[in-house]
């Protein structure tokens, strides 16, 4: 209850009741005897002039601090409680940044020092660290928003004990005079202090007020004494902590730098002895290569191993036999550094660059092993290149660049052939590396359409290996979020399991990037997406092709032990340099190797189980030959043919080759040289004009056309052979279209002897120019050869006039076939031209135009209409068929004629023999012929065939292609892939054997 009651000095407020009295209850229950009380009267502020600064303000000012009756010394007590705050924040901040700092810094030192297994029992545990660490970040995280900024007013400390001693002077006197006045009132008996309705016990005086709250000021004065010396110490403390602070990051600062200049002291005597244990073994591999000349030469481990891989480079197996055997697949963005980190590794620059373009068109296959001397060498060559040498270098990155582009075919920008090579050296780390074509964005105008996309297939191919270590390369010099290669390498190793990531142009970023946090992000795998095993950073180079690798190593160092990236803690010792990467990767590579070549091996042996089970199913009887073994069967088949042309008579030759000859000549002669001669009227002219025509034969076309004849003749017995060996019980087809092939091959590039056909013109010139028939069995052979020719010739001409005029009456009786419309007036047009050569049995070979004139009226008259010109073609083969008969009549008439024609007696006994002795003269010549050609084939030509047959095999050999297009089929197939999963089993065998041996 209250009640305003105007008083001497002003007007006072009555206050009655305990629950309205908060302040006053908080005095008493500060003194520990509220419960004796049950009302008290507020003290009322008069407006004294030496109190009206107090106002209300004491009335206003709650808590056990009882307020300061003066603004001023209230703003000192809210000052000292926030500088009291603010240096609890500022300890409690440094202790945070300074147990980050050490947490993070203790790792570096750790694996820096040399030896430092002694600071074991001094440091506490990792886990230990990493829960303080985790413990005061989280505390940080967690008050960093509820702690306001507070500043430590420093006129607190100035004023000291002595200050504080004043205004509680000060406080009392000012205290003492309201007192009084309050005493004095009470005296002159002013109602001052009632409302009129007084009640026993529940009003006190403002002296009886005084004296209950003197203990209680002088309690207050006591506290706030206390409060100010803790502040006072506080900010002493602040202090201390601040100087103890600084002073503990000068140590730290001083310590790191020594502990740098050890660790660069250190690897630089682990390089001194790494170089005196390289010469030293250079020179104990060379003082013992005299000793291991003559004993088989033993295979290093990663040489064993990249046998297996290159056997399994282009291996597909329909039983799913997947290649799963590890390798350091590098990936990364086009110009990244990818090839410049693989030759740091490598410690040759050995692949061709360009500045901005695309150098890495084929997925390259390096084997990394020790050796005494830096060489390199591919695979399918025997050449090794001195990599110290920078020719040699200049010819080494020719040559690469060289394949790429051969590898690259059809206008494709990439290609999916693998070049391998390997590089040998001291020092090396073992082990083997792919470096792929960089991943674009775009696609310019000089590449095809489906690059991008290719290069993808070809990255995702490596990549998909589960046992396939990813080498992510990331250019530090550009925005992270440009990146393709760390989204493609997240997609296809999401945990992380087995990648690897490198920052390179560490040396760019720092002078672009003014945030180091940045960096720090992408080292701790913060800022990308993707998980990583482990995270390097490395420098390869100082932007000039014509660095040397040592230049660049020494580039590196001292960019490291300068940088503030490594002195401010951003990069740990253990993840810079490109010595560290390769040992790394190399550690990470041989424990792949390890985990999985023992499981790769029994897939292919499963694998080799199910293709033998088939083979001996399906072909129990067939030996196992691949695709190699099968064309050398075929080529000593083929040879063996070619030998058997020397088993041929010379009898068997010179037949071959006069009934080839025949062929070939017998039209030309019957309708060039003997009908013409012919219709001569006397012998003479007969002769003169068979002499013209056979020298003018001779001098001609007679010459090659033997020659194609022998050729021809070759060919077809060389063919007889091999259609005699398919008939044989040891046949085997596979080898049809391979022999067929290489056959074809041989005698279209064959080419008769250049002087052949001049020595041939001469010897078929003197044949033919012998008139002379020596004796009568040469008689008897030239008529009889005169005879056959003749019947073969009229057979032919017979023939073709049946077909003329249709099948005769006979035919038409018992084959039921009927001439057409024009063979029925053929045949009234030949029965016309039959009667004309009855009447005139030595008709010339041309028809008159009167006899054309009667033949077309005659038939006209038969009902048959016909012009000259179907008389006339009608004519040569009607009068063809009655020379050849005259002809054959003569024949017989001079088989008894040998002794007139040898006593020149022809003309008188009517008999005239001029035929016969020209196809005596003819048949001379063709034998004559067939003896020479049958000497160049048996000792010439057929050795010629035999080399160019050979000279064939040998490019089908070389030639994979040709050889999987001629020899197919299943058995083919199943025996090329069992000999290869074969050959991949023992090299795993004997890989896995020489690795356990070396553990």
């Given amino acids: 209850m209250q009640k305003l009651v105007k008083g001497r000095f002003g007007y006072i407020i009555r206050v009655v009741g305990v629950s309205q009295s908060r302040w006053a209850r908080q005095m008493l229950t500060s003194r520990q005897d509220h419960e004796k009380v049950r009302t008290v009267v ?173 203990p209680l000021l002088k309690d207050f004065s006591s506290d706030l004494k206390q409060h ?74 990663i040489d064993m ?104 075919r059809l206008g494709r920008t990439v290609s999916h052939e693998v070049i391998s090579m390997t590089v040998k050296g001291p020092g090396l780390q073992r082990m083997v590396l792919v470096d792929l074509p960089g991943i674009i964005s775009t696609v310019t105008t000089d590449m095809a359409s489906d690059t991008r996309e290719a290069i993808r297939s070809i990255s995702e191919q490596y990549m998909s290996n589960p046992n396939a270590i990813i080498l992510c390369i990331q250019d530090g010099s550009v925005d992270a979020e440009r990146s393709n290669v760390t989204d493609l390498v997240s997609q296809m190793d999401p945990q992380g399991k087995r990648t690897i990531f490198v920052l390179t142009k560490v040396d ?73 990467l390769s040992f790394a ?17 029994d897939a292919f042996k499963a694998t080799r189980f199910n293709l033998e089970t088939e083979w001996k199913n399906n072909f129990p009887r067939t030996r196992e030959l691949d695709r190699d073994e099968l064309f050398e069967k075929a080529r000593g088949e083929i040879l063996d043919e070619v030998v058997n042309l020397s088993q041929v008579s010379p009898k068997q030759w010179e037949d071959a080759l ?72 040891d046949h085997d087809d596979i080898f049809d279209s391979l ?32 008139r002379s028939v020596h004796d009568k069995q040469q008689w008897d052979a030239a008529c009889k050869f005169l005879e056959e020719s003749v019947k073969d010739k009229l057979h032919t001409t017979e023939s073709t006039l049946r077909e003329m005029v249709g099948p005769s009456t006979k035919e ?12 029925k007036r053929r045949a009234a047009v030949k029965s016309e031209l039959e009667n004309i050569l009855k009447s005139d049995y030595k008709h010339k070979n041309t028809l008159t135009y009167d006899e054309v004139t009667q033949v077309r009226k005659n038939s006209q008259a038969q009902g048959v209409d016909v012009d000259n010109e179907f008389i006339r073609e009608t004519w040569h083969p009607v009068y063809r068929r009655h020379f050849l008969r005259r002809a054959l009549a003569k024949a017989y008439d001079c088989r008894k004629a040998f002794y007139a024609y040898h006593q020149g007696l022809e003309g008188e006994l009517g008999v005239e023999c001029n035929d016969v002795v020209l196809f005596w003269r003819i048949q001379q010549m063709i034998r004559i012929t067939a003896n020479a050609l049958r000497q160049q084939v048996m000792n010439r030509e057929a050795r010629r065939l035999e080399k160019e047959i050979k000279e064939v095999l040998e490019e089908y050999g070389c030639d994979r292609d040709k050889k999987e297009h001629l020899l197919t089929g299943r058995r083919v197939m199943l025996a090329e892939e069992l000999k290869r999963v074969r050959q991949i089993q023992e090299k795993l065998e004997e890989f896995i054997y020489a690795l356990n041996a070396e553990k």
């Fill in 42 to 214: 507020v003290p009322i502020a008069r407006h004294y002039s030496s109190l009206r600064p107090l106002r209300g303000d004491l009335l206003k000012f709650p808590g056990p601090n009882y307020g300061i009756p003066s603004r001023g010394i209230g703003m000192i007590v809210a000052r000292v409680l926030r500088g009291a705050l603010k240096i609890r924040y500022l300890l409690l901040g440094g202790t945070i940044a300074g147990g980050s700092a050490l947490a993070k810094t203790y790792e570096q030192w750790k694996e820096a020092l040399p030896d430092a297994k002694f600071l074991e029992e001094l440091m506490p545990s990792q886990e230990e660290l990493d829960a303080i660490r985790t413990a005061l970040i989280s505390y940080r995280d967690k008050i960093k928003d509820s702690v306001p900024e507070f500043t430590l007013d420093p006129k607190l400390k100035e004023l000291g004990e002595s200050k504080y001693d004043q205004l509680v002077l000060w406080f009392k006197e000012r205290l003492d005079d309201a007192i009084k006045a309050a005493e004095e009132e009470k005296t002159e008996g002013s109602g001052f202090f009632t409302d009129g309705k007084e009640e026993d016990g529940e009003f006190l005086t403002l002296s009886g007020m005084a004296n209950s709250l003197t």
């Fill in 228 to 301: 100010a010396i803790s502040f006072t110490a506080m900010g002493s403390t602040a202090e201390k902590e601040r100087e103890k602070a600084e002073t503990i990051r000068e140590k730290y600062e001083s310590l790191q730098e020594e502990l740098m200049q050890v660790q660069l002291k250190y690897q630089k005597e682990v390089e001194r002895l790494e170089k005196e244990n390289k010469e030293l073994r250079k020179s104990l591999m060379l003082r013992a290569g005299d000793k291991i000349a003559h004993k088989k030469i033993k295979k290093s481990l």
């Fill in 305 to 408: 191993y990249s046998e297996v891989l290159d056997e399994l480079c282009d291996y597909d197996s329909s039983y799913d036999t997947q290649d799963h055997l590890p390798r350091v697949v590098v990936v990364g963005d086009q110009s990244s550094g990818k090839t410049s980190v693989l030759e740091m590794v490598a410690q040759a620059r050995i692949f061709p660059r360009g500045a901005g373009e695309m150098m890495t068109r084929a997925p390259v296959m390096v084997t990394l092993s020790e050796g005494p001397y830096h060489i390199a060498s591919f695979k399918d060559s025997t050449r090794e290149f001195d990599l110290s040498k920078e020719s040699e270098l200049s010819e080494l990155r020719k040559e690469v660049e060289l394949r790429m582009l051969n590898s690259v």
């Fill in 508 to 580: 760019l970023a720092e002078e672009n990037l003014a945030n180091p946090d940045r960096i720090r992000k992408i080292l701790s795998g913060k800022l990308f997406p993707m998980k990583a095993l482990g995270y390097f950073a490395v420098v390869t180079g100082k932007g000039s092709k014509e660095d040397s690798i040592q230049a660049i190593k020494d580039y590196e160092e001292s960019f490291f032990r300068s940088s503030r990236l490594f002195k401010g803690g951003v990069i740990n010792s253990h993840q810079c340099t490109t010595r560290n």
């Fill in 585 to 601: 990767v190399s550690e990470c590579f041989w424990k792949m190797v390890r985990d999985t070549v023992e499981q790769q091996a």
């Fill in 658 to 729: 006069s009934k080839k000859m025949w062929d070939k000549m017998v039209t030309h002669i019957f309708e060039n040289i003997y009908l013409p001669a012919a219709q001569t009227e006397n012998s003479g002219t007969f002769n003169t004009t068979a002499d013209i025509k056979l020298k003018q034969w001779a001098d001609g076309m007679l010459p090659k056309k033997c020659v194609e004849v022998g050729w021809e003749t070759l060919e077809d017995e060389f063919r007889r052979f091999m259609e005699r060996a398919k008939n044989s019980k």
């Fill in 739 to 770: 022999k067929a092939c290489v056959v074809d091959e041989a005698m279209r590039r064959h080419e008769w002897e250049d002087k052949a056909a001049d020595v041939l013109r001469v010897i078929q010139l003197n044949a033919l120019e012998d």
């Fill in 812 to 823: 038409q009786w018992m084959y039921w076939s009927y001439p057409t419309e024009e063979q």
